[in-house]
């Protein structure tokens, strides 16, 4: 049985070049984002998926009804994080004050394969959030929230309810929640791999020797 808390802690301190490496021996091969970048360098989340479809449109095609963004955080739980699926908009789906209501409720962050806006708001609030694109003009009457809880597409990655996401520096991985005790016990291997690399390193061992030892680095 799958205690999702205790992958939680376990996965959050493993960078996501790490857990990358564990997907690959799970047949994972696509469950990172080139595309879907931190809005702050320093930010880093981890946490169970919520997921959001949302269909993209011109200006005027949908209602201010459509735009539910309200919808996507009451669905979310403390340590939660959103993932929204908005087919690369050019028109944001979030901001400021969806960041302030987030980070009261506890929720962990939000990804978005679309825009956003207000990055300082979103940093004043020290709410994490990953997004292909930044850009002032609202989704309003542009976006409509289709569906919360169904499985989704996001940077071609496949994401459902309950996958773990875990975003840093680096970018944004996706653990599918069925694999994640095998995940999680190859990342920490891995890991220990690192350290222990680093230090031969400090002794003075080449690069190409530990290359040859450790697989994974």
Known sequence: MIDIDEILIGLKEIPTATIANALDDVGKF????????????????????????????????????????????????SGDVLVVAANGAHASIWGGMASLAATVKGIAGLVVDGSVRDVDEINACGFNVFSRYVIPTTGRTRLNVKSIGNEISVDRIIVNSGDVIIGDSTGLVVVPHKQA????????????????AAAQLQRGISFTEVMKEFKRI
């Open 30 to 77: 696509i469950n990172s984002s080139a595309s879907i970048r931190p809005v702050n360098s320093g930010m880093r989340m981890i946490g169970r998926a919520v997921t959001v479809e949302v269909e993209v449109g011109e200006a005027g095609d949908f209602t201010s009804e459509d735009f539910r963004v309200g919808a996507m955080i009451d669905a979310a739980q």
């Open 181 to 196: 005790n095998t995940v999680l016990e190859r990342a920490r291997r891995y890991q220990a791999d690192d350290i222990e």
